[in-house]
T-cell receptor, first 110, second 117 residues
Framework: RKEVEQDPGPFNVPEGATVAFNCTYS??????FFWYRQDCRKEPKLLMS???SGNEDGRFTAQLNRASQYISLLIRDSKLSDSATYLC???????????FGSGTQLTVLP | GAVVSQHPSRVICKSGTSVKIECRSL??????MFWYRQFPKQSLMLMAT?????????EQGVEKDKFLINHASLTLSTLTVTSAHPEDSSFYIC?????????????FGEGSRLTVL
């Protein structure tokens, strides 16, 4: 079983749609959680951290369920520019212990 | 935000040659840098942790004699792929955290796409 698992997609949604991604992790000692965004052939960039109480940043909402060991990302009112691969990232301790999911590909269609 | 620059962005080389990739933190000091490899449609896999002034820490399965890492200053780490083979073709990405911060935010270089013929 992979340490961090994501549905690879692809998710193809129309502009304005709401889309949700889930991610599960196996290491119960994981302490910090993040969503990164990676555009095609580019480096990943931090989208948002995920806090225990859930957090929102504009159209993006992240939630954490420690008991079930999964995190989620909700994107509302999808824009064309949201098209990218979304990486679930889990940290057990130091930055060396960051584990990346293989990503979920999103394409927002006009 | 912190900027990490990686060079070259793309390199094509012949089998058996060596390729050096540079990773620089432009506006901050990075005592630790990380080197990842990413194959198409797969996750980033940590290859090694590069520590300024000391030997790199390699992940299991990564050959330290093949992937030479040098972190001679607080702003520069280099990865040299020695005697490259076609199976080394991949996207290599470096990253760094700001010294003293443990937020988990990594600042990535732009990546280097290596193609070995």
């Amino acid at each position: 079983r992979k340490e961090v698992e994501q549905d690879p997609g692809p998710f193809n949604v129309p502009e304005g749609a709401t889309v949700a991604f889930n991610c599960t992790y196996s290491n119960s000692a994981s302490q910090s959680f993040f969503w990164y965004r990676q555009d095609c052939r580019k480096e990943p960039k931090l989208l948002m951290s995920v806090y225990s109480s859930g957090n929102e940043d504009g159209r993006f909402t992240a939630q954490l369920n420690r008991a079930s060991q999964y995190i989620s990302l909700l994107i509302r009112d999808s824009k064309l520019s949201d098209s990218a691969t979304y990486l679930c990232v889990v940290m057990a301790g130091s930055a060396r212990q960051l584990t990346f999911g293989s990503g979920t590909q999103l394409t927002v269609l006009p | 935000g912190a900027v990490v620059s990686q060079h070259p962005s793309r390199v094509i080389c012949k089998s058996g040659t060596s390729v050096k990739i540079e990773c620089r933190s432009l506006d901050f000091q990075a005592t630790t840098m990380f080197w990842y490899r990413q194959f198409p449609k797969q996750s980033l896999m940590l290859m090694a942790t590069s520590n300024e002034g000391s030997k790199a820490t390699y992940e299991q399965g990564v050959e330290k004699d093949k992937f030479l890492i040098n972190h001679a200053s607080l702003t520069l780490s280099t990865l040299t792929v020695t005697s490259a083979h076609p199976e080394d073709s991949s996207f290599y990405i470096c990253s760094a955290t700001i010294a003293g911060a443990n937020t988990g935010e990594l600042f990535f270089g732009e990546g280097s796409r290596l193609t070995v013929l």
